[in-house]
């Protein structure tokens, strides 16, 4: 049985950072590219960083770029993301998600349909002004 927890979130003053982590049991990451989604209160949830299977290819939403960071861990099957610089509006709750049949980053857009995928139930940032 596939498992996907992150960790790492909170409350947390603008301008400040966190790290996030999303460990995977039961499934070989290897292969797989993985990303980190979120969801605000009243919004839809939307892609924020994508990584590829071996780490080398990296995406992110615009809202993001120069503040975060993905990254993973194969061996200890973990996905990271850095948050630097961090903003009230980064609030929302994140969500890890491990893509059984990619080992490239489809669209951000594409990954919520994407079949065979493995998600997390979260952890929640709150950014104060």
């Known amino acids: 049985q596939v498992q996907v927890v992150e960790s790492g979130g909170g409350l947390v003053q603008a301008e400040r950072s966190l790290r996030l982590s999303c460990t995977v049991s039961?499934?070989?990451?290897?292969?797989?590219?993985m990303a980190w989604f979120r969801q605000a209160p009243g919004k839809e949830r939307e892609g924020v960083a994508c990584?590829?299977?071996?780490?080398?290819?990296?995406s992110y939403a615009d809202s993001v770029k120069g503040r975060f960071a993905i990254s993973r861990d194969n061996a200890k099957s973990t996905l990271y993301l850095q948050m630097n610089s961090l903003k009230p509006e980064d609030t929302a709750m994140y969500y890890c998600?491990?893509?059984?049949?990619?080992?490239?980053?489809?669209?951000?857009?594409?990954?919520?349909?994407?079949?065979?995928?493995?998600w997390g139930q979260g952890t929640q940032v709150t950014v104060s002004s």
């Open positions: 998600v491990a893509m059984h049949m990619y080992g490239y980053c489809p669209e951000f857009r594409m990954i919520p349909s994407l079949s065979h995928t493995y």
């Open positions: 039961g499934l070989n990451l290897g292969d797989k590219a």
């Open positions: 990584i590829n299977w071996s780490g080398e290819d990296t």
